[in-house]
């Protein structure tokens, strides 16, 4: 990560505003002109296209993901743990780049700037690489979900970022289906709703299982096909009952 060092070093100056600027200028130590804004390019080197483009998304990454992670109240042990993991194994920065990365993620923490401030100027830097926008949602819903639940604040910024991000309702439930276990859709596979009683559950598990227990499906010398897609559909009520018995404690 060339452009860190070459900040670090002050060999290099940098100009950038908005939110970015302002993290990055309490951060590294640039000046800034008078409104508070843009840090003003120093008379050494500057920073490359790719340099520059490096800054910008780890400032804002490590930004954004200290506006999410204080959204509830607090920061869990457990959502620090998913940002190292994230800074150890999906960026492989060394000790040095993940004491920066703490440290702008801890300045973002105290930062005037908001949540959408960071995500808008994300998306100003990096909206022709949709790639990298997807990769954001991505860390954020796993960072969030570190603790055992996405929250309803949690989740409400981060459908503002995809929204943001020019990112559909699809591929949003797509990204976030990797981390979050839709109970609802079991709900569904069921026949039964949320507001159904356990006993009622229970019952309609068992009447669905009479019908389609494979045993049951053989004695009655259907086609081979359609066997075999019963006993799919046997997997699917057993799978589902699994997920809602564990979500509301059935014994």
């Not at 607090?74 to 000790?95: K, P």
């Not at 839709?182 to 009622?200: E, F, H, N, P, T």
């Not at 259907?222 to 799978?239: S, Y």
Request: hydrophobic share 40%.
């Amino acid at each position: 990560m060339g452009w860190l060092g070459k900040v670090i070093g002050g060999t290099i100056g940098f100009a950038m505003g908005g939110p970015f600027g302002a993290v990055a200028g309490a951060v590294f130590g640039h000046a800034f002109d008078s409104s508070g804004q843009k840090y003003i390019q120093a008379d050494r080197g500057r920073l490359s296209q790719g340099e520059e483009a490096q800054m910008a998304f780890f400032l804002g990454a490590f930004s954004m993901l200290a506006k999410l992670a204080q959204v509830d109240g607090r920061v869990s042990e457990e959502e620090m743990d998913s940002i190292e993991h994230f800074m150890v194994h999906d960026l492989q920065l060394n000790q040095q780049s993940r004491g920066v990365a703490i440290t702008i993620f801890n300045t973002a923490l105290q930062s005037p700037g908001t949540f959408q401030d960071f995500t808008r100027q994300f998306y100003d830097h990096f909206r022709f690489q949709p790639q990298l926008l997807d990769l954001m949602v991505d860390i954020m819903l796993r960072v969030s979900i570190a603790d055992g639940v996405l929250s309803d604040s949690e989740e409400q910024l981060i459908q503002s970022a995809v929204h943001t991000f020019n990112l559909s309702d699809s591929q949003y439930s797509a990204i976030r289906s990797r981390y979050v276990s839709d109970v609802d859709k079991y709900y569904a596979i069921l026949g039964c709703s949320r507001s159904d009683s356990d006993d009622q559950i229970k019952g309609r598990y068992r009447k669905l299982v009479q019908e389609y227990h494979p045993d049951k499906i053989a004695s009655k010398g259907l086609p081979e096909e359609f066997t075999r897609l019963a006993e799919e559909k046997f997997r699917e009520i057993q799978q589902a009952y699994d997920a809602v018995k564990k979500e509301r404690g059935i014994n």
